[in-house]
């Protein structure tokens, strides 16, 4: 009935994946050099390794989110990337370049149909049988960010940290404290809300005291190798560097401490 799981944590990594699916292949750009060096910029690298603590209940996908950006609200009227060409459906890369035709009456809906809700009905899933189970779930939205802005972003000359911490009315002050406090206590630079905010919860969860949530943002600086993207042939990936899984261990250290906590708070 439950998924195997040892902590009362649910994670979702929405943009570890690369594959764009050959049903919907025709939609983008021939340049195939092109559409990988996008990925390249794009893919928030080995998250599923970096998150992967065993025992939690997890939520991830083999899709690149140029393909469709689960993070996304489906309706371009309230997301503010639309305006970028990068809504839930990617139409623009991040240097503005067009990298998507335009879509034919009903490929939208089937991208959201095919893509976006099963993924957000198997998270909705993970966080009520974690609910079920313990009474409670933990719920993290994994990430990671490069050390400079895309063309678009406006950082205003504040140098990028360590750890960004996002936060929505599910981030109670205890569980944001804890997990600042924890980071800090390593030795990384903790920034709440920069350079990205806010953290995912299903509506049907928004404002449930018993489902507390926070994003964490790792930068690529910590573990990547310093590779330009004109280095890497098509589909090669970027390396991981000798700080990986150092970086791994401590995560996964936040999150059994997180779990510890919310324990405390929530049993």
């Known amino acids: 009935m439950y998924p195997e799981t040892i902590l009362p944590i649910a994670t979702h990594v929405p943009h570890a994946g690369t594959e764009i699916p050959s049903a919907v292949r025709h939609q983008f750009i021939p340049d195939q050099k092109a559409l990988w060096n996008e990925i390249l910029r794009l893919t928030d690298w080995y998250t599923d390794e970096l998150f992967s603590l065993p025992g939690v209940a997890k939520s991830q996908s083999p899709i690149s989110r140029i393909v469709l950006d689960l993070e996304r609200y489906s309706q371009d009227d309230l997301e503010e990337n639309s305006r970028f060409g990068q809504g839930v459906i990617y139409t623009h890369n991040t240097l503005g370049d067009r990298i998507r035709h335009e879509l034919l009456p009903g490929e939208r809906q089937l991208l959201l149909d095919n893509y976006y809700r099963p993924w957000h009905l198997r998270l909705e899933t993970n966080i009520e ?57 390593l030795g990384y630079t903790v920034e709440v809300n920069f350079p990205y905010a806010g953290c995912l919860v299903p509506s049907r969860f928004e404002g449930n005291i018993r489902v507390p949530a926070i994003m964490i943002e790792i930068n690529r600086r910590l573990y990547l190798e310093p590779t330009p993207l004109d280095a890497y042939p098509l589909k090669s990936t970027p390396l991981k560097s000798a700080g990986f899984h150092e970086v791994q261990n401590d995560i996964w250290a936040a999150m059994l401490s997180l779990a510890q906590e919310a324990a405390h708070r929530l049993e």
């Open 129 to 185: 049988q974690q609910l079920q189970r313990w009474g409670y779930c933990l719920l993290l939205d994994c990430h990671s960010f490069p050390d400079e802005p895309f063309s678009h972003e406006n950082d205003n000359g504040r140098s990028r940290p360590d750890i960004c911490l996002g936060t929505s009315i599910n981030t109670p002050s205890w569980l944001l404290d804890a997990c600042h406090s924890f980071f800090l206590s």
